[in-house]
């Protein structure tokens, strides 16, 4: 059994999405995740490095690099292959907040649920929450 799936920031969330090829009936249908849509959005819409885009989504630039590599691969086989492109149409938004302790400065995520507001690092109750990241769905 692999790890458990990190939460991820995505600053940019979308109600479900499909397009479709319009001249030809579509060969099937590719998903790209909410993951993949901001990885997407961050190097190639706001041409951001992916070392800065990693940091922005809380991830690794080796991981960050997966991810744009995977959705790149995921386009392409839509338009070459007249297929239906699918966009977080079964998955569930990853809506976190972030939390930063007051002493000692660290700053994690956790889902927006989440209710026990302790610093994993110095285990302090001091913490403030920074930001709550939620989908057009839910306001």
Known sequence: MGRPKKYRIVEYLLKPTNFKPTDRKANGYVEIT?????????????????????????VSRQTFGRIVKSAHAKIADAIVNTKEIKIGKDEKCRNVKLIKCIN??????VPISYSMH??????????????????EGEK
């Open 34 to 58: 909410i993951d993949e849509l901001e990885a997407i959005r961050l190097a190639d819409l706001e041409d951001m490095y992916q070392e800065n885009a990693a940091r922005v989504m809380g």
């Open 104 to 109: 000692c400065g660290k700053i994690w995520r």
């Open 118 to 135: 302790k610093c994993p690092e110095c285990h302090a109750k001091n913490v403030e929450v920074l930001r709550i990241s939620k989908s």
